[in-house]
C-alpha cells in the first residue's frame, strides 16, 4: 500500500521498551490506512528548570516543525513530558495548527484526551499476590500524591484488598513518586524493624520495585520468602535484574490503540475496536519462579526483543567510537566534507534503514557578520544536504519545510521515520531523520545524541573555516601575498603569470593546480600543502608558487617539458621524501593534480581560467574521496571478518547497508580493493574451512556444512565439487589416502 498522509507522534524522548510499545501499535495500525508515522522528539525529557538552557533550546527547536510541516493528524504523548512549560508550549503549537489531534493523559481545552484505565494495573498485581500466594497484609507504593493516574492505580489496589475482605488504611498506601527514594526508605525500615513486615508489596512502578528488592536484600530481607513485590509499566529493567519482576504491561499500548483510534475517526475512517488489555507478566519477584509457572506473554516477548535489539547494538558499536565520528567532523573543510562523513559514519545507527540530514536554507552565517544567525524556528525552506539509504541518496536539494523529507513526496510504502533537532551554540542547523524497519529498533539514547552533535559539530567548523577564510581573503586583497605559508595568493599569481606570459611569449607556461587529500586516521606532524610548498620551493627553485585557496596550490614553470597529471604526483611525492628525509610521508595517489598550458591569448582570462581549473580539481577530490581508498579500512576489517568467520550468515545487502553504500556502489569499491567480489571472498572462506574440517575432523558432510554457513547441504555439495572437481566425500578419501 502506498501511503497517503501523514501522522506525527510527538514525544520527549524514546528510551524504553514502552515508549517503543506506543509508538510499534501507532505504526503498524497506521500503515495499515496508507499514513506514515513521523516522530517528533526532543531525544532528552527536561524539567522546566532546564529549558531556558541554550542546549536545550536547541533539542527542543524540533518541535517548531508542528507549525511548518504537512501532517494530517498529531497525537501527542503528553502524559511522559516532564515539563509542563513545555506541554503547554506544544499544546499552543497544536492549536495554532488547527488539524485533528488527540493528546494522551493530559487535561487541556481544546483537543480529545484519552486514557487507559490505570486502576486495572495494580488490582491485577494486588488479586495475584492474594489469590495465588495467599498475602493477607499488603502494602503500595504509589505515584505522586494527586496525581491523577497514580491515585486511579492505587485505588485499584484499594478495590483488589476490598474484594478479599482485607484491610486497607492509610498506613499501607505510600507514595513513591515512581522513582528510587521512598522505596529505598521503606525496606531500611522494614529491615531495622522500624515498621512491620508485611507480606507483599504493590509497586506502581517497576523503577520502585526493582529499588525495593534490591535494598531489602541488600539489608538481609529475603525476597520473595520473606516479602513478596510486584511493579508495574513491564519495562525492560523489570527483565534484567538478578530476579525478574512480577509486573503489569500494556497501558502504552492502550494508549496508542485509544489515541489513533480517535485520530483515525476525526479523519474520517473507522477503525476496528480490537480490544488491548493489561497483562500481567510472571516474574521470580512474587514467588512463582520457584513454582515453575512463569509464562510467556506478549508484553514479555516485546521486553525481551527490545533488550535483544539493545544487546545487538552494544555489540556493533565494539567496532565504532564516538570519538572518530568527532575527529572526522572537526576536519571537514566543507559542506561536502560533512555530507561524506555523514555518510561514512551513519553505520553507527546500526538500525536505522534511511538517514537524511536537512539544514535550514541559512545554516550557513554571513562570513562577514557572524553574529547574525538562526536561534529558533526553521526556515520555509531547507537543504536536503545528503540522503543515505539502500537504493542510493539525493544531495544538495532545496524544498519547502512543509514536505519535511523529500522523499515522502515520492510513491513509497508506509514509513517509521524519527526526527531530531541539529543544532550548536545557540545556532540552529536543522534537523535529521532516520527511518526504521520497527519501532523496536529505535534507541535514542546519549550515544544518538552524541552522534547528532558531532554532525553539528561539523557544520560548525565549516562556518569557522568559512569565516576564517573570508578574513584571510580580505587580507590577502590588500597585498599579493598568502600570509601563512609565505608564497603568492591569487592576485599575486595572476599578476605574475601576466608579466611571465609578456616576457616570453614564445615560450610555453605550464599551469599546474594540485591539493591533497587527507587520510581520517592519519595525524600529520606537518600539514601535508606545508610539506609540499616547502618541498616545490626547495627542489625547483623556478617554480612561481600560490596559494588560491582551500588547501588549492597552484605551481607554474616556464619551458620545459610538460609532465603528466600522474607523473607531477609522483614527482611532488618523491619531493617531500627526499626534502624531510623520510620524517614526512606524502603518499602519491592521494595528490590531486589538474594541468594545462597557457596560451599568449589566455593573458586577459587568466581569472577566470584558474577559477575553472579549481572547480575541476574540487570535483577530482570529492570523486577520489568518495572512492576506494577512503573505504579501505572498512572493507579491509570486514573481509578480514569474513575469512575469521565464514560460518556467520554474511548478507550483502546487510553489509551494505552497514557501510550507506548501495549495492553497486559497495561492489565496485570491493573489486578494486582486493580483486575479486565479496560474495566469491564468502565462497573462498567457506571452502576453505569445508576442506579443513574434512581433513581434520571425522564430521560428517551434513555437519560440516552446517558449521561452514550452508543451509543447504545439496546445495553445499553442488557448489565444493564445480570448485574442486571432487565431491567432499571423495576430497576427504583423497587427501587420506596422500596422508598414508
Known sequence: ???????????????????????????????????????????????????????????????DLILQGSFDGFIFEANIFCSERQRRTITDLLHRRN????????????????????????????????????????????????????????????????????????????????????????????????LEKPDGIVCGSDIMAVELCRTLMENGIKVPEDIKVTGCDGSMISQTERMSLTTVAGQERINSFLALNELLRALGRQPEDSPVVPELIIGESCGCGDKGSIRRSRSLSDTREYAGVMFDILEKRKTSSQGEIIRRMSEC????????????????????????????????????????????????????????????????????????????????????????????KGQIFGYVGFTYRKAVHIVLDEFYMNWCDAVSSGLNAVQNRIHKDYVNKRIESLSEFAPVLGIYNKRGLINKLMNLMSENSDSPLTLTLLSYIREDKVRYSVPPINSIVNAI??????????????????????????????????????????????????????????????????????????????????????????????????????????????????????????????KSHFHRIYRELFGTSCKEDIISSRLEKVKWLLE????????????????NTSHFIRQFSSRTGLTPSAYRREKEQKGK
Open 333 to 424: 573543510k566543507d559542506l561536502y566534507d560533512v555530507t561524506g562523513t555523514f555518510l561514512g559514519c551513519c553505520y553507527m545507527i546500526p538500525t536505522g534503514v534511511r538517514a537524511e540530514l536537512c539544514l535550514c536554507e541559512d545554516w550557513c552565517r554571513e562570513p562577514s557578520d557572524p553574529s547574525v544567525y538562526r536561534r529558533g524556528g526553521l526556515s520555509d525552506k531547507m537543504l536536503l544536504a545528503i540522503e543515505a539509504c539502500y537504493e542510493g541518496g539525493e544531495q544538495m536539494k532545496e524544498f519547502p519545510t512543509r514536505d519535511i523529507f523529500p522523499s515522502l513526496t515520492k510513491p513509497h510504502e508506509p514509513r517509521l521515520t524519527v526526527v531530531s533537532s541539529l543544532h550548536c
Open 696 to 711: 581434520n575432523t571425522s564430521l560428517t558432510v551434513a555437519q560440516i556444512a552446517d558449521k561452514s554457513g550452508y543451509s
Open 99 to 194: 488539524i485533528p489531534c488527540v493528546v494522551v493523559n493530559y487535561e487541556q481545552p481544546y483537543f480529545p484526551v484519552v486514557s487507559a484505565e490505570e486502576n486495572v494495573l495494580l488490582y491485577l498485581a494486588a488479586q495475584h499476590l492474594i489469590n495465588e500466594h495467599g498475602c493477607r497484609k499488603l502494602w503500595c507504593i504509589g505515584g505522586s500524591k494527586g496525581h491523577t493516574p497514580s491515585e486511579e492505580r492505587i485505588s485499584g489496589f484499594r478495590r483488589a484488598m476490598e474484594e478479599n475482605g482485607l484491610p486497607c488504611d492509610d498506613d499501607c498506601i505510600f507514595y513513591g513518586d515512581y522513582w528510587r527514594e521512598v522505596p529505598h526508605k521503606i525496606a531500611l525500615d522494614i529491615a531495622d524493624g522500624r
Open 537 to 662: 620551493r626547495l627542489s625547483e627553485s623556478d617554480t612561481v608558487l600560490a596559494s588560491i585557496g582551500d588547501d588549492i596550490i597552484a605551481a607554474a614553470e616556464t619551458g620545459g617539458q610538460k609532465l603528466s597529471e600522474q607523473a607531477f604526483a609522483e614527482k611532488v611525492a618523491e619531493s617531500v621524501q627526499h626534502s624531510y628525509k623520510g620524517a614526512v610521508e606524502i603518499k602519491q595517489e592521494r595528490i590531486a593534480v589538474i594541468s594545462c598550458q597557457l596560451m599568449p591569448s589566455d593573458i586577459f582570462t587568466i581569472d577566470s581560467l584558474i577559477c575553472s581549473m579549481a572547480d575541476r580539481l574540487k570535483g577530482k577530490m570529492i570523486s577520489l574521496s568518495s572512492g576506494t581508498f577512503s573505504y579501505k579500512d572498512q572493507f579491509t576489517a570486514m573481509r578480514d571478518n569474513i575469512f575469521r568467520f565464514p560460518e556467520k550468515d554474511w548478507n550483502i545487502e546487510a553489509l551494505t547497508r552497514s557501510m550507506g553504500l548501495s
Open 1 to 63: 500500500m502506498e501511503s497517503i498522509g501523514r501522522i506525527a507522534v510527538i514525544m520527549p524522548h524514546i528510551s524504553s521498551n514502552t515508549e517503543t510499545s506506543f509508538i510499534d501499535v501507532i505504526h503498524t495500525r497506521a500503515a495499515q490506512y496508507g499514513y506514515d508515522t513521523i516522530v517528533i522528539s526532543g531525544v532528552i525529557n527536561y524539567v522546566d528548570q532546564q529549558l531556558d538552557q541554550v542546549y536545550s533550546k536547541g533539542q527542543t527547536n524540533i518541535y
